[in-house]
């Protein structure tokens, strides 16, 4: 237990003192931008990690994070709510769509959900190009920054558009959120319902003959897993400071469910190693210009016939063979 | 109204055709492959390079593609899925690996083939109109009695056979067929052979009315999956009809709701969506494929 | 195919040998300017298209001697960044322009990329020069982009005016992809021909980009009866299978788009069917290319083994970088000194014969000078090659 902690701290220490003080250092900003990518981007993947903790496959999670997103926008630029309010409002809205949607299609198993969900960011991008409080295919632009966040008249952060350096602002809002969400994700599976949601892994049919309510269980994890999505979108929006229905894609969707791959499906912490290694070795291999795909799909695939199950299976010393 | 029903089933037939070589994958292997979409560019890449470029009668070119991807497909399970599926420990894992693959086909296209566009000249002259009131060019008709003539003899293949009794029978239980003899690691590798030469023809077929560009790999699959999910997954009869009741619904869709702007395809995926909540494993399909 | 591979891994080679002797011999700085575009996946050809002009021009003005800013001659270096069309990837992209200590970069190739580069732009003194036609991109307070070509809402109503006088046109239809870009070239278009008098029998009817056939799309299109089909931001994939769907479908009135095409895409996928076809293109027909365009377009086919069309009005862009640089070389790390040069910049025109000038203009559109000015080509097809319709100004 000491050491996990320890590890804990580690790691705390270093997203949070070392990656600015290094950055500063050697004077890499761009390394701002990667990195917030990657701790929103693994936000979205803890999510779809969530997912398949119950036996799902999730390609659907650029739906919600284009929802979280547009939720976000619009409550910004048409209701005229802070930024800081929309973060939680995005994340329950998709929570919320992700119960209606999920109730039905979360009956489906196997490729059937993975299919489906997959079908359903491509609903979603439809929508909104179809729907008008969205602004069709125009999108919305011009978003302001995030603004001052108050509580009783006392500033907590300030207004993003005062800063002297936004990026290490949205670096440190990505990190917070993303060390809180897999906090919240680590409790889950550590607790009474985590179990629950192994039981349902291995055998829903089993877990549902002794009692557990596979049902409400499997909407449950849905929601949360949505939650994540629309939390990572409404980031991104206020960094870009715009959204189009294209700004999260099936390819995202794709992505996020290879990130949970990469790093591992046994392992609370292997969506963040996984969207670090794939989305850093994307902006590493930029080098290679027009090679660039071509190694990193080898990569990927080298990686698959080394380590079927995930980066962090290296470390798993109880792992066998099937 | 017969223009609407027409359409329908050249797209339908085609669909069927690609919905097809991913199904029987899937059967065999409980692999969803994703790079199936990038196959079937590939098919096509091959015969627009040796009918267009070398100037080669246009069967030559289809049966080169054809012959192409089966090696590749072959290739592919042998020294990628194979490994793969031994040592992971959850059959999902196949997944990353078929993006993998999808990634790198589409990295090597790119290299091999270019970024354009590319077509090679039609086949046959002529458009076939009735009076107005069914217009359907000759190599479309063409390309439509082939693809079916290709569904048949690959039904046939199945239904009669010894390699399509065998692989039948792995599709139903792999353990089972085991015991009974089947040589379950040499009928994966024609099987999924097979599967992949299928989207080869596909790609070959296509790329004289069609054309064919690197970017279709990826939405060709995502319409793939949706047929076999119309249809149930795994199981072949239910891909053939997946293919022509998405045909049938884009051409209708697109035909009625028209007027109303763009929402055809937002109608056909939700349709699609609550159909699968009443009816999760497709028209078809075994439950819980 | 394998030829076009080798002749581009020998061009690549020489190129890099050419580059490799400069640094050793020359020793010129070194000027870069950044790209960052879509070079892989679906919109492939776009970026590409737009990379390679910028290398070949790069390259050539290389192997020259380098370009005379002030009395110091340099090296251009192109530094490209792919996309992938993904707006969360081009801002990564402007951030390591940033990083670079890049001042101008060409890019990005769609609206939603477009947009979501603006702040990092900004922040970081950037001028870029995007391919997307929001207008907000460019009328205050927006002030670090450039448009690099002409607007669909620019080339589609002086298009509809000479198909009107000189075709009798009176009825138009407009197809576009599900997609933000060609819908919102589809909005304005209908709305240009609308204003011109033209009456809009179908503007409604949208297609996947995905689609492996078009007839179905096209069928109520058709059977509207428009004299003029306009193909609102088609992509060079989509267009030779439209016009092929809309010809066999019986269809005898006119096609258009506002984009640039590729006449080797045209021909391959549609062959005689794409005869009269309507489109935006560059300089580069016989009767309006200077002998420097000629050249050119040569040495992009040596370099990359197959010109693309397309690329005749993405030459522009950086020649206005490095021209505007030129008038002012404070411009070179200050672009503030950049944007007051714009509204006074003037240089001849190389790639065109005549008196044609290179110069920023927008003041109708954007009420600044945002935008540069790049004959308005339009070209028909016939039988594998453009010919020029009519040439337009834009002001």
Same mark, same amino acid.
């Given at each position: 237990m000491n050491k996990q902690f320890l590890g804990l701290g580690a790691f705390l220490l270093a997203v949070f003192v070392l990656v600015p003080v290094l950055i500063a250092a050697s004077g890499r900003w761009d390394l701002y931008y990667t990195l917030t990518s990657v701790a929103l981007l693994a936000i979205g993947s803890a999510g779809v990690w969530l997912t398949f903790y119950i036996g799902r496959i999730n390609i659907g999670q650029g739906a919600y994070a284009l929802m979280g997103g547009y939720v976000s926008a619009v409550l910004m630029t048409q209701v005229g709510v802070s930024f800081w309010l929309t973060l939680p409002a995005a994340g329950l809205f998709c929570a919320m769509i992700s119960v209606l949607i999920g109730l039905p299609i979360l009956r489906l198993r196997g490729v059937y959900f993975a299919m489906i969900t997959l079908v359903l960011t491509e609903v979603t991008r439809l929508s909104a190009l179809a729907l008008s409080v969205t602004n069709g295919a125009k999108g919305i632009t011009s978003i302001p920054l995030p603004g001052a966040l108050k509580i009783f008249g006392i500033t907590i952060i300030p207004d993003f558009a005062t800063m002297a350096n936004p990026k290490l602002a949205f670096y440190l809002l990505a990190v917070t959120l993303m060390v809180l969400s897999y906090a919240a994700l680590w409790r889950i599976v550590n607790s009474r319902l985590g179990h629950l949601c192994r039981s349902l892994q291995q055998n829903e049919e089993l877990a549902a003959s002794i009692g557990v309510n596979t049902a409400y269980l499997r909407v449950l994890a849905y929601a949360i897993s949505s939650f994540f999505g629309g939390l990572s979108g409404a980031v991104f929006v206020a960094i870009s400071q715009s959204i189009y229905p294209s700004s999260f894609a099936v390819t995202d969707s794709v992505n996020f469910m290879l990130y949970c791959f990469v790093g591992g499906l046994g392992f609370v912490a292997g969506p963040m190693l996984g969207t670090f290694l794939l989305y850093f070795g994307w902006d590493l291999l930029s080098v290679a210009s027009e090679y660039q795909l071509l190694i990193y799909s080898s990569a990927m695939i080298a990686?698959?016939?080394?380590?079927?199950? /995930?980066?962090?299976?290296?470390?798993?010393?109880? /792992? /066998?063979q099937k | 109204m017969e223009q609407i029903l027409a359409n329908g089933l050249y797209l339908g037939a085609q669909y069927a055709l690609i919905a097809l070589g991913l199904t029987l994958i899937f059967s065999l292997m409980n692999v969803l492959n994703f790079a199936h979409g990038q196959m079937y560019?590939?098919? *096509?890449?091959? #015969?627009? #390079?040796?009918?267009?470029?070398? @100037?080669?009668?246009?069967i030559v070119g289809l049966i080169a593609s054809a012959v192409m991807l089966a090696v590749m497909g072959a290739l592919i399970e042998v020294f990628l899925f194979r490994p793969v599926i031994r040592k992971s420990k959850r059959d999902e894992s196949t997944m990353l690996l078929a993006a *993998?693959?999808? $990634?790198?086909?589409?990295?090597?296209?790119?290299?091999? $083939?270019?970024?354009?566009?590319?077509?090679?000249?039609?086949?046959?002259? *002529?458009? $076939?109109?009735?009076?107005?009131?069914?217009?359907?060019?000759?190599?479309?008709?063409?390309i439509g009695v082939l693809a079916i003539a290709i569904i048949a003899g690959f039904i046939a293949l199945m239904q009669y056979s010894k390699t399509g009794r065998a692989m039948r029978a792995l599709a139903q239980d792999r353990v089972a067929a085991q015991l009974m003899g089947v040589d379950v690691d040499r009928y994966s590798?024609? =099987?999924?052979?097979? =599967?992949?030469?299928?989207? *080869?023809?596909?790609?070959?077929l296509l790329v004289t009315i069609t054309g064919v560009n690197l970017g279709?790999? @990826?939405? #060709?699959?995502?319409?793939?999956f949706m047929m076999i999910m119309i249809g149930g997954a795994g199981v072949i009869s239910g891909a053939i009809a997946g293919g022509f009741i998405l045909g049938m619904m884009e051409s209708i869709g697109l035909t009625v709701l028209a007027v109303y702007g763009d929402i055809t395809y937002l109608a056909i995926f939700a349709s699609l969506m609550v159909f699968l909540a009443f009816r999760p494993q497709g028209l078809m399909g075994k439950p819980w494929g | 195919m394998l030829r076009r591979t080798l002749l581009k891994t020998t061009a690549l080679a020489a190129v890099a040998s050419f580059a490799m002797l400069g640094t050793a011999f020359a020793e010129n700085p070194v000027l870069k300017i950044g790209f960052v575009g879509v070079t892989s996946g679906p919109a492939a050809a776009w970026g590409t298209s737009n990379q390679r002009s910028m290398e070949t021009r790069a390259a050539w003005i290389n192997e020259t001697g380098g370009y005379d800013i002030a009395g110091t001659k340099y090296d251009v270096q192109i530094i490209s960044f792919d996309d992938q069309k993904d707006p969360k990837r081009a801002i990564a992209g402007m951030e390591q322009m940033a990083q670079e200590g890049i001042h101008y970069v060409v890019g990005p190739n769609v609206d939603d990329g477009a947009a979501a580069v603006r702040p990092v732009a900004e922040q970081n003194a950037i001028m870029y020069f995007p391919y997307a036609f929001p207008k907000e991109l460019y009328t205050a307070p927006a002030s670090n982009a450039v448009l690099g070509m002409v607007a669909n809402y620019q080339s589609g109503p002086a298009i509809y005016k000479y198909l009107m006088d000189n075709n009798g046109v009176k009825k138009v239809a407009f197809v576009a992809a599900n997609e933000s870009d060609p819908l919102s070239q589809r909005d304005s278009g209908s709305a240009a021909?609308?204003?011109?008098?033209?009456?809009?029998?179908?503007?409604?009817v949208t297609y996947q980009v995905d689609t492996t056939d078009f007839t179905p799309v096209l069928l109520p299109v058709i059977q509207a009866a428009p004299d003029l089909l306009v193909l609102s931001g088609v992509s060079p994939a989509n267009a030779p299978q439209l016009i092929r769907s809309a010809r066999e479908l019986g269809f005898a009135g006119l096609i258009s788009t506002e984009t640039a095409q590729d006449a080797a895409v045209l021909q391959e996928g549609a062959g005689e069917l794409a005869n009269g076809f309507i489109s935006v293109g560059g300089a580069s027909t016989p009767e309006l290319a200077s002998d420097m365009m000629k050249e050119f377009v040569d040495r992009y086919t040596k370099m990359f083994g197959e010109y693309n069309d397309e690329s005749n009005t993405k030459v522009y862009a950086l020649e206005y970088i490095l021209a505007t640089i030129a008038a002012n070389p404070a411009a070179l790390d200050n672009v503030d000194e950049f944007k007051a040069t714009m509204d006074t910049f003037e240089a001849p025109n190389p790639y065109m014969v005549g008196d044609a000038k290179l110069k920023y203009v927008g003041m109708t559109s954007f009420g600044q000078k945002r935008q540069v000015s790049v004959p308005l080509v339009v070209n028909t097809f016939k039988d594998g090659k453009f010919e020029t319709l009519f040439v337009a100004q834009v002001d």
């Open positions: 990686l698959m016939l080394v380590l079927p199950n /995930g980066v962090l299976s290296l470390f798993d010393k109880k /792992g /066998g | 560019v590939f098919g *096509g890449f091959v #015969t627009y #390079t040796i009918v267009a470029q070398w @100037g080669m009668p246009f *993998g693959i999808a $990634f790198f086909l589409d990295a090597v296209i790119l290299l091999l $083939f270019g970024e354009k566009q590319r077509g090679v000249p039609k086949i046959v002259n *002529g458009v $076939f109109n009735w009076d107005m009131r069914l217009i359907m060019p000759y190599d479309r008709i063409l590798m024609i =099987g999924f052979a097979l =599967g992949a030469m299928l989207a *080869g023809l596909v790609g070959g279709m790999g @990826g939405p #060709t699959s995502v319409k793939a | 021909a609308k204003a011109l008098g033209l009456e809009v029998v179908s503007d409604s």
